[in-house]
């Protein structure tokens, strides 16, 4: 399997995997351009893609599904309150009826060769999902955009071969920035975005042996940066109940305005 961010962060989400045989976004939350920009440094085209997986219709994860699935006719893989609410918001725009299918947590669907499995999380959205995507046996999960994480999350990600996971702010940057009491307590909350914190905690209960590569994702522009993340995450991995230290598997930070490092496992 094969796997790039092409934008990750605050102000935009777009996540490519694939096989030889098929490949997907997983949103589509930056301009059509970018995204046939990215998909084209990694050898791609907009062409080849067979579905876009949308976890929610926030803006940053949906910016460029109508431009992407009106040009070249991409099938849309949503949950029903996703697929309701991205009806809903003008700025998308007009997307044939055929181009949508509706998914729900838990129940696994086929794409090629490629099987995919909806999770549901905690998001203040209307019915949000993270994916896993499997092929033969290898296994990539993009997990972001969540407030908290729980035992039924823990269960479903043991033994995935790459983790894409959120980093999304500092507690003290957040606390202390400038964002409105209103937002900074939507972000806090178990309908918000998890801290670096959160994340090495989380991370700590999701190590294994074969664990070949993790991206910290969605770092918020105003209250991160990647260097703090990085250090955040490696240090509660280190202090964590468990027998990894933060140097035995790569750590990545997926970029926001650039693609991220290329994997193949």
Known sequence: ????????????????????NSHILIDAGISGKRI????????????DLRAICVTHEHNDHIAGLGVMSRRYGIDIYATKGTIEAIKSCDT?????????H??????????????????????????????????????????????????YLLASLQDIDLLMIEA????????????????KKRILSNK????NESSGRFLSELLHDNLKAVFLGHLSKENNYEKLAYETVRLEVAMGENEYSGNEFPIYVAKRDSISQEIFI
């Open 102 to 151: 509706t998914i729900k947590a838990d129940n696994e669907f086929v794409v090629d060769d490629l099987r995919v499995m909806p999770l549901s999380i905690s998001h203040d959205a209307a019915e949000p999902v993270s994916f896993i995507v499997r092929n033969k046996e290898k296994s990539v999960a993009v997990v972001t955009d969540l407030g908290e994480y729980n035992e």
């Open 168 to 183: 999304n702010h500092d507690i003290r940057m957040l606390q202390a920035g400038r964002y409105p009491y209103q937002l």
């Open 1 to 20: 399997m094969q796997f790039c961010s092409i934008a990750s962060g605050s102000s935009g989400n777009c996540i490519y995997t694939g096989s030889d």
């Open 192 to 195: 918000g975005h998890l801290s």
């Open 92 to 100: 998308v725009g007009k997307i044939d009826e055929s181009l949508f």
């Open 36 to 47: 046939e920009n990215g998909l084209n440094q990694i050898g791609l085209k907009a062409q």
